[in-house]
C-alpha cells in the first residue's frame, strides 16, 4: 500500500476544500480509511473514517457538519470535503489505511499504513 495525498493548499476562511487519497501500491484489505490532522505543536487527531466496504462513518465532534468523508472504490481512493474552514483547521491532513477490526477506529494506533501529508492552511 502507499496512500498519496493531494488537494491541500492555502485558503481564506469560509472556503472549501477537497482532499484525495490514492493508494499507487498493492492493494491491501483494510476495514476502513480514515483522516487524521496535525497542527504544529500538536498531536496528530482524529478527523473523519469510513468503511471501505460498508457505509458507515464516523467524524470527530469538532468536524462533524461541515467535513464529509467519501470514496471511490474503483478508483481505490478516499475522499475528505470540507467546507466553511476555519483558521482552526490548519494542520497537515493525512490519510490513514490498513485498519483491523470491525468497527471505525479513530486512533493513530488502529491503522498501519499513511500517507505522507498534505498541508491545508486556512487563512482568518
Known sequence: VQLVESGGGTVQAGG???????????NVRTYARGWFRQAPGKERQFVAAIAWLGTTSRYAGSVKGRFTVSKNIAKD??????KNLEP?????YYCAGG???KSLCD???GYADW??????TVLS
Open 16 to 26: 472549501s476544500m477537497r482532499l484525495s487519497c490514492g493508494n499507487s501500491g498493492e
Open 77 to 82: 481512493t478516499l475522499y475528505l470535503e470540507i
Open 88 to 92: 482552526e483547521d490548519t494542520a497537515v
Open 99 to 101: 485498519q483491523r477490526g
Open 107 to 109: 486512533t493513530v494506533e
Open 115 to 120: 500517507g505522507q501529508g498534505t498541508q491545508v
